[in-house]
């Protein structure tokens, strides 16, 4: 496609600081929450168009869904171009306008459904003039890109042509210049959907999660196989010039070797590759992968092939080694809950971007930054993406990785940290008593609370980084009360194979505070059992059980120990952070439960299903779930319903089905309401829904905690762990006393790590007390609750949007701060 863009040198592109200050100072104009109506926008009606291009994505779907849908909601008309810039050069048929209905039951599907193609005619005068008639001709002047780069670099360039374009057809008399004159601008906003997470300028595109879900699923099932044979597996995984797929399949898989473009091996990686790989074989491993980004090269810049890596294992060390090359598969299957979500909140953004638009405003694209959704200048992050492949033409692999921006810089930072990790002499765990008096200080690694998938990836990490630093590792079984029961042993490098994956906790966990037990008797278990530091993992008893040892430490000296709990739990309902371990993995169990809900109910008369989570007094998993998986309510116990509201929602539930779609999902958290129940919330609509549809209930229970860990829940838990490690043993270098022993009193010693927003925060458990809810366990403030007026707008079906008439009484939307009326 012709491009009119400047090249930027890598030497004069932007520091990553600057530009993270500009995606900040680029923060929305106008959030969703605070969307009051309609007439908020331009009172003159606007046309969208919304196409996807090039590769197509897990999530896309769900974008697409968002743009209608918000366009309905804030009164536009919403057209889909099928086929990508094809469609929109061939025009006809292939440009639909779109329904409330015709977006519905899409999300949950991979790929596109409206379709994309490489289109050649668009790179060519003709082509373009074509596709700006068939705009003109619907009269839509706001068009929302899902694609890549090149898709993203070629709308732009069609905006600032669009007059030109215009001009010659009304020369060629296509147009009259009254409708030139009416269409005079084109307003564009983008969206990056890619497996490849290539894109710089957001920290996930959409897809990229959904690709590491298939590359784990495949990795898991060769690990098994591999095992039982004692093979070497070398697996390729796509990314084009990107190595985050390779770099976080690595860090999630347990993988010995990860091969990527922007961190070529050094020289002489052949000797260290097979010298690990026979370290790792001494200690009693079985199988061996070693996964291999589509663009890797060495230094030189030499492509580095899977056969290359199988050659040289098979030949020097003579494993039976076997090559596996995913492919397509990559870009298959459902989408993850996160890119369903991210779907949705990208869309919406790019429709009040669009609204907020004016003739001078540029091009932007949706971009992700931590738990937020920003806009940025579409174009600077095109040149900052095309100033990466300059620094690695000159192989300036270092200004590549910084250029690539945190999400890669951090996922590389855990993956060096673990690469180099080499076993102590003493721990081929023949006899693990044996190598307790090789370590002057032992951390102890406890879980708190309920089983959550995460749990034992931060474990392995924190193990065997301890180990590789030279402390040694006390492993306690059944939390709290394994400890003063002396439920104890030592953990050694091959304890801990296999846990990254596995779901539950390894070592058991339970949710009995200190306080139950005894404070006195915890303290003499941690004296008799010889404890220098404690790390443990777990849900609110976790932040909890520290909290009260931190505030006994004054009585008990016992507790003047470093000590750092991360959250773990489905429920995410720890202060101090924004995600726990483990909810990741629960909200896609959920989204695939409520997948196979809606296909039952496809399948047969109509039907609403009301489905009931876990979280406590927590609504996160409700909510979240609620909006990855298309439902039309989600009540909860932090956002006060009562009859009313329940009627609207049937009324609403009566209205969509009655135009055809033979399904509904509404989502009820387990404490929501003690009188508002689940079982009397099947039976409400069961019986205001006589005759139009019947009602189901569903308790999904503990299934929510089980299954394998998700790619966000490893490679979260490896990372947070890795910091633990590193700060604790910091602070235990500053405690020790001349006489050998440990003691610390300040705040800080006693911590959890979060995630805020982008970044890893240590909070003092003592300062987290102000901010938590201790009667309903819960933080006070919860980031996600702003996004609940966007679940109602993209559940309401547009013959709900006005005045509704329930039991005689006129009634107003709910579309969050305000009604619309």
């Excluded at 969307?35 to 897990?58: H, K, M, N, P, Y």
């Excluded at 909890?544 to 507790?559: G, T």
């Excluded at 009655?658 to 929501?672: H, P, S």
């Excluded at 022993?741 to 010693?749: A, F, L, V």
Aim: charge should be neutral; glycine fraction near 10%; proline fraction near 4%.
């Amino acid at each position: 496609m012709a491009s009119n863009e400047t090249t930027v040198s890598p030497e004069a592109s932007t520091s990553t600081d600057d530009f993270r200050e500009r995606k900040k100072r680029a923060q929305l104009h106008r959030t969703i929450s605070e969307i009051a109506t309609r007439d908020s926008f331009s009172s003159d009606a606007r046309v969208v168009g919304v196409l996807t291009s090039g590769g197509d994505s897990q999530g896309m779907n769900s974008a697409v869904r968002a743009v209608v849908r918000m366009g309905i909601y804030v009164g536009c008309k919403v057209f889909v171009i099928k086929e990508g810039y094809q469609g929109m050069v061939d025009g006809g048929d292939c440009i639909v306008e779109a329904t409330w209905r015709s977006v519905s039951n899409i999300m949950q599907k991979g790929g596109t459904t409206i379709g994309s193609a490489r289109c050649k005619d668009f790179r060519e005068r003709e082509g373009q003039l074509k596709a700006a008639l068939n705009l003109v001709t619907q009269s839509i002047t706001n068009l929302v890109v899902i694609g890549g780069d090149g898709s993203l670099t070629g709308a732009n360039f069609f905006r600032e042509d669009w007059p030109n374009l215009l001009e010659e057809l009304v020369a060629t008399g296509k147009i009259t210049q009254a409708k030139a004159d009416e269409c005079s601008h084109l307003n564009i906003a983008g969206m990056v959907g890619s497996i490849d997470n290539d894109f710089c300028g957001t920290d996930m595109t959409i897809g990229a999660d959904s690709a590491l879900h298939r590359i784990i699923e495949a990795v898991d099932c060769i690990a098994t196989t591999a095992s039982s044979h004692q093979r070497c597996f070398v697996m390729e995984v796509m990314g084009r010039h990107c190595g985050y797929l390779a770099l976080v399949a690595a860090l999630t898989s347990e993988a010995d070797w990860v091969f990527i473009p922007e961190w070529p091996p050094e020289k002489g990686w052949e000797d260290a590759l097979c010298n690990k790989l026979s370290q790792e074989r001494a200690l009693g491993q079985r199988l061996n992968i070693i996964i291999i980004a589509e663009g890797a090269i060495d230094m030189e810049g030499k492509p580095i092939t899977p056969n290359d890596i199988k050659d040289l294992i098979s030949d020097r060390l003579k494993y039976d080694t076997r090559v596996t090359i995913l492919g397509h598969v990559q870009r298959g299957g459902s989408p993850s809950a996160f890119d369903r979500i991210l779907g949705c909140r990208m869309g919406a953004e790019a429709v009040l971007a669009l609204m907020d638009a004016t003739p001078d405003t540029p091009a932007s694209v949706m971009s992700l930054d931590g738990n937020q959704t920003v806009r940025v200048p579409l174009m600077e992050c095109v040149q900052r993406t095309k100033a990466v492949q300059s620094a690695m033409d000159r192989k300036d692999f270092k200004k590549a990785v910084k250029l690539r921006g945190r999400t890669l810089t951090a996922n590389l930072t855990a993956y060096e940290s673990l690469q180099h990790m080499r076993p102590p002499p003493s721990q081929c765990c023949e006899d693990p008593e044996k190598a307790k008096p090789c370590f002057p200080f032992y951390f102890a690694i406890l879980n708190v609370g309920a089983p959550a998938s995460g749990m034992n990836a931060a474990g392995r990490a924190f193990v065997r980084l301890s180990l590789n630093l030279g402390y040694g590792i006390i492993g306690v079984h059944y939390g709290f009360e394994g400890l003063i029961q002396d439920n104890c042993e030592p953990l050694c490098w091959t304890s801990v194979n296999g846990w990254t994956g596995a779901g539950g906790s390894k070592l058991g966990t339970t949710r009995v505070l200190p306080s139950d037990l005894g404070i006195d008797k915890v303290a003499a278990a941690i004296r008799r059992n010889n404890i220098h530091g404690i790390f443990i993992v777990g849900g609110f008893e976790a932040y909890h059980s520290v909290l009260q040892l931190a505030e006994a430490r004054s009585v008990y000296p016992e507790f003047c120990i470093p000590m750092t709990v991360v959250p773990c739990t489905i429920s995410n309902n720890v202060p101090g952070s924004d995600f726990s371990l483990g909810c990741d993995t629960a909200l896609n169990e959920i989204a695939n439960i409520c997948d196979r809900l809606k296909q039952s109910a496809a399948g047969s008369r109509n039907r609403v299903f009301v489905v009931e989570t876990m979280g406590g007094y927590c609504g996160y998993l409700a909510t979240m779930s609620a909006l990855a998986g298309g439902a039309d309510a989600a009540y909860i116990f932090e956002e006060t319903f009562g009859i009313r509201d329940l009627q609207a929602d049937v009324v609403h539930m009566t209205a969509k089905i009655q135009d055809g779609v033979k399904r509904g999902l509404v989502l009820r958290n387990e404490k929501a309401s003690d009188n508002y129940t689940t079982d009397f919330i099947h039976r409400l609509y069961n019986e205001e829904g006589k005759g139009i549809f019947v009602s189901k209930k569903n308790i999904l229970g503990h299934m929510q905690q089980g299954g394998r860990a998700s790619p966000f829940d490893r490679n979260m838990g490896t990372k947070m762990a890795a910091k633990c490690v590193e700060r604790m043993v910091e602070q235990l270098v500053q405690a020790k006393q001349e006489d050998g022993s440990i003691y610390c009193t300040s705040q800080d010693t006693a911590c959890l790590l979060g995630l805020v927003r982008q970044y890893s925060v240590f909070t003092p458990v003592e300062e987290l007390k102000q901010v938590t809810d201790f009667k309903h366990r819960i933080p006070i403030n919860n980031w996600w609750l702003k996004l609940r007026p966007l679940l109602r707008i993209l559940a309401k079906h547009e013959s709900t949007y006005q005045v509704e008439s329930i039991s005689g009484e006129a009634n107003a939307v709910d579309t969050g701060d305000k009604c619309v009326p």
